[in-house]
């Protein structure tokens, strides 16, 4: 019996496993197109294997530097204020007495969680542009229009601020189920001891919660050169190229656009190769300091 239920349970995961192998797999082949002068009519089998020519052609390229640069500078402060954002909410939200409001307040900022970047994009172009309701206020209020979508220091902040707003919803159930677990006698303690409510914040609530901060800032260390292309792909232009295009953006239009396979390639390798490098140290700062372990 025992044995027909592993069976089952082997089933139920096989689809899952044919996925993971058919799209995360399989198209691991084309890691080869880095290392040849990879032409489409001849396949990998014809094209002509040129070694590390594509990687020395990639950091030879004017602009490559400052798309590596775009893309830590957006990737690290998303992953500063993604990580600040959460936990002061989550601060805030704990101390709400009234179960029913925390509960629509938690579904509220986590609903965003669930939206499409697609969708967002278009809504936040719509907003930010220069005759959108938000420079509409501003020069209602004596200001003057900003132009988020044409000036790329203030895309930049668009950027990052639209996509700490869109995921602190989920950080902050997280830092509040860290807030729900540490033991309320503590806390009588502090009452004990004539702790006032920010003194038990910061000397009971806070290094409750600095296991789980730990532990999600280690795992972020993965995320440096991922800025996000979804959400940057869905809402810049030609005019802020030089502040937002990012590793990903960037190997979009060589590979897809200009159909230069081998170099989209090999920028693509390079990213996940550092990416890799990053998990590996962030998996081992989780178990150092937040005594995580995956495996």
Known sequence: ???KKVWAYRLMVLPGILLLFLFCYMPMGGIVMAFQDFIPAKGFGGSAWIGMENFKRLFSLPGIGNIFRN???IAVLKILFGLLVPVVFALLLSEVKNLGFRR???TIVYLPNFISWVILGTVFKQMFGMYGPVNNLLVSLGGNAVGFLSNGSAFQTLVIATDVWKGFGFGTIVYLAAILSIGTELYEAAWMDGATRWQKIWHVTLPGMRPMIVLMATLSLGNVLNAGFDQIFNMYNTMVYDKADIIDTYVYRMGLVNAQYSLAS???LL??????VL?????WLADRFADYKIF
């Not at 990213?271 to 890799?276: F, G, L, P, Y």
């Not at 998990?279 to 998996?283: C, E, F, N, P, T």
């Open 271 to 276: 990213k996940s190769v550092v990416s890799a």
């Open 71 to 73: 893309t830590v500078y």
């Open 1 to 3: 019996m025992k044995r």
């Open 279 to 283: 998990i590996i140290l962030a998996y």
């Open 266 to 268: 090999a920028v693509g």
């Open 104 to 106: 629509v307040v938690q």
